[in-house]
Antibody
Framework: EVQLVESGGGLVQPGGSLRLTCAAS????????IHWVRQAPGKGLESVSAISGSGTSTYYANSVKGRFTISRDNSKNTLYLQMGSLRAEDMAVYFC???????????WGQGTLVTVSS | DVVMTQSPLSLPVALGQPASISCRSS???????????LNWFQQRPGQSPRRLIY???NRDSGVPDRFSGSGSGPDFTLKISRVEAEDVGVYYCMQGSHWPWTFGQGTKVEIK
């Protein structure tokens, strides 16, 4: 069974940093690109970042470019999102999602909440 | 970025009645491989999104056949042939042809 489990969310002050983790199981992790998608409270969905299966290619939304870094450790079946210079508008539930078929997410985690507030 | 525009944003439907959600893209979604990466997701209250449809009209395993997707750029449609109580939630279209992948605003389906 494919599982994606996010962790690392919490309360952080504006300008602060946080690292999110997504633990994957039930599939060959290194074979799939994985994405971070976020959802602000009561709002819609926004693609944040993506990384290829090998980790050599990364992609970012303009809203987070230069502040967030996506990475993965295929030996640990784990995805990371290092978030820096956090702003109020970064407050959201962050989901990791598997790109199981081209151009689509076939599995989602349950999400982890990031709260940015002083 | 590609803008995905959904309508309506709110859709009250009586049980057993059909429902239809439209999605329009601001650019062609035909990828360089010839495929159109247009998806539909359902998000029930308090849950993560769940994919219903990929590549315009391919239904995911386990998705009831009352859900169907159709269309060609720039207009796409998700139809529910007979709405059931479990269909309550927000539905999103999403394009995966151009980075960043972008979602529609969401359509809230509720029982009338």
């Amino acid at each position: 069974e494919v599982q994606l489990v996010e962790s690392g969310g919490g309360l952080v002050q504006p300008g602060g940093s946080l690292r999110l983790t997504c633990a994957a199981s039930g599939f060959t992790f290194s074979s799939y690109p994985i994405h971070w998608v976020r959802q602000a409270p009561g709002k819609g969905l926004e693609s944040v970042s993506a990384i290829s299966g090998s980790g050599t290619s990364t992609y970012y939304a303009n809203s987070v470019k230069g502040r967030f870094t996506i990475s993965r450790d295929n030996s640990k079946n784990t995805l990371y999102l290092q978030m820096g210079s956090l702003r109020a508008e970064d407050m959201a539930v962050y989901f990791c999602s598997r790109e199981g078929t081209p151009g689509s997410y076939d599995y989602w985690g349950q999400g982890t909440l990031v709260t940015v507030s002083s | 970025d590609v803008v995905m525009t959904q309508s309506p944003l709110s859709l009250p439907v009586a049980l057993g009645q059909p429902a239809s959600i439209s999605c329009r893209s601001s650019q062609s979604l035909v990828f360089s491989d010839g495929n159109t990466y247009l998806n539909w997701f359902q998000q029930r209250p308090g849950q993560s999104p769940r994919r219903l449809i990929y590549q315009v009209s391919n239904r995911d395993s386990g998705v009831p056949d009352r859900f169907s997707g159709s269309g060609s750029g720039p207009d796409f449609t998700l139809k529910i042939s007979r709405v059931e109580a479990e269909d309550v939630g927000v539905y999103y279209c999403m394009q995966g042809s151009h980075w960043p992948w972008t979602f529609g605003q969401g359509t809230k389906v509720e029982i009338k």
